[in-house]
């Protein structure tokens, strides 16, 4: 079974702080994402990766930068937390050969005060 | 970029009907459409998926259907029972910058089956 690990499930943080989500995945996939999940608008694409130390903007990328430093790891930071940023956040990976089938991980609610 | 529509946004059916869900797409380049399920409190997952060759795909109780000219496509539950309950996603896939694909999700449709 493909496992998608978020690092924390729930985090409270202050408006301007750094946030860090971390995402690992154990099945050698290429591509890595993350979504972010509100009600009413569905899972909008932040940022994504196909290949380690690469990274395309997604539909919402303001006020997000990624890292992919290792394949199995894409991480999602906050550079300064705004109350608007508050919401669930989801990673997926997927491999290349079916790049459009996602494994999603629990994902991260993210409160941000 | 590509958009997605889908309707309705929640969907009450009584245990035992049939259930529809309707997406329509804009970019005609979008050529994989699938479908995903997300029960209350858990992750997404994927139920079904439909490339553009192909206008029809059935997996027991789950069908899609796309028409391609009419840039519209819908999730089909037949015999539903309450395990059918959760929100139910759209996506359509089209090239990225670097001409891999990248999905668009609709809004989601919560259905709810009635006992």
């Known amino acids: 079974d493909v496992k998608v690990t978020q690092s924390s499930r729930y985090l409270v943080k202050r408006t301007g702080e750094k946030v860090f989500l971390e995402c690992v995945q154990d099945m050698d996939h290429e591509n890595m994402f993350w979504y972010r999940q509100d009600p009413g608008l569905g899972l909008r694409l932040i940022y994504f990766s196909y290949d380690v130390k690469m990274k395309e903007k997604g539909d919402i990328p303001e006020g997000y930068s990624v890292s992919r430093e290792k394949k199995e790891r894409f991480s999602l930071i906050l550079e300064s937390a705004s109350t608007n940023q508050t919401s669930m956040y989801l990673c997926a990976s997927s491999p290349t050969i079916r790049p459009g089938q996602l494994f999603f991980g629990e994902g991260s609610r993210l409160t941000v005060l | 970029g590509e958009n997605v529509e889908q309707h309705p946004s929640t969907l009450s059916v009584q245990e035992g009907d049939s259930a529809v869900i309707k997406c329509t797409y804009s970019?005609?380049?979008?050529?994989?459409f699938p479908w995903y399920k997300q029960e209350l409190g858990k992750r997404p997952q994927l139920i079904i998926d439909?490339?553009?060759?192909?206008g029809e795909k059935k997996d027991q109780r789950i069908a899609v259907t796309l028409n391609k000219t009419a840039k519209h496509f819908s999730l089909h539950i037949t015999e539903t029972q309450p395990e059918d309950s959760a929100v139910y996603f759209c996506?359509?896939?089209?090239?990225?910058?670097?001409?891999?694909?990248?999905?668009?999700f609709g809004t989601g449709t919560r259905l709810t089956i009635i006992p």
């Open positions: 970019d005609s380049a979008s050529n994989y």
């Open positions: 439909i490339r553009s060759n192909v």
């Open positions: 996506a359509a896939s089209g090239p990225s910058n670097f001409g891999n694909e990248k999905l668009t």
